[in-house]
């Protein structure tokens, strides 16, 4: 029943993300599901069904994939209610989403272990090489500029100001990405950090030394 309701699942989530050009694309849902699976399975923690669910869905209700927040929420709610299964898994496979945007660096309190495993898995996915494309896709969908020496990264914001206010895809890096590597919850995924937290600082030394015509 589970592999049957995971097929559904993704099927759905294909449609709907599928040409998706800002980074939140299938592939990138595949490779969250892969690092939280992996993650679980070096932990062993968490209930996989309901890790590999909020993995697959966790773009579905995403407000800057949606015409409102509660438009993503009403399709997320929706989809879930035609699997047929209990009500306390879907508010379990719910709670899990909910709480794992990065919502302008506000720490939300994870609530259970398959929380922590698939927010560990989605930021993984936002740093490092992968990390890097997907930030400047996500900044030049939105109309970003790549970069703007006259522009100071934001230290604290909104959740509204982090999703609405003015920035750079170089910002970015300083606003969230480099953020990630210190706000991973299990050891597993602390490891996987390191070599593309540390990608990142070089890709970010010869970003400069190339604006500045010093390369």
Known sequence: MDEKIIHITENFVRDALGEDSTGHDWH????????AL?????EQKGDSFMIEMAALLHDIPDEKLNPSKEEG??????????LGIQEGIINKIKEIIYS???KGGK???????EAEIVQDADRLDAIGAVGIARAFAYGGKKGQAIYDPDMAARNKMTEAEYRNGKSTSINHFYEKL???????NTE?????AEDRHQFMEQFLQQFYK???GQA
């Open 188 to 192: 597993t995924a602390i490891k996987m």
């Open 107 to 113: 720490n939300t309190r994870l609530l259970s272990e």
């Open 210 to 212: 190339e604006w500045n």
């Open 100 to 102: 794992i945007s990065f």
């Open 178 to 184: 480099l953020k990630l590597k210190d706000r991973l």
């Open 28 to 35: 990138h849902i595949e490779r969250v599901r892969k690092n």
């Open 73 to 82: 929420e009403r399709k997320l709610s929706e989809f879930l209610q035609t």
């Open 38 to 42: 992996y993650i679980a399975e070096k």
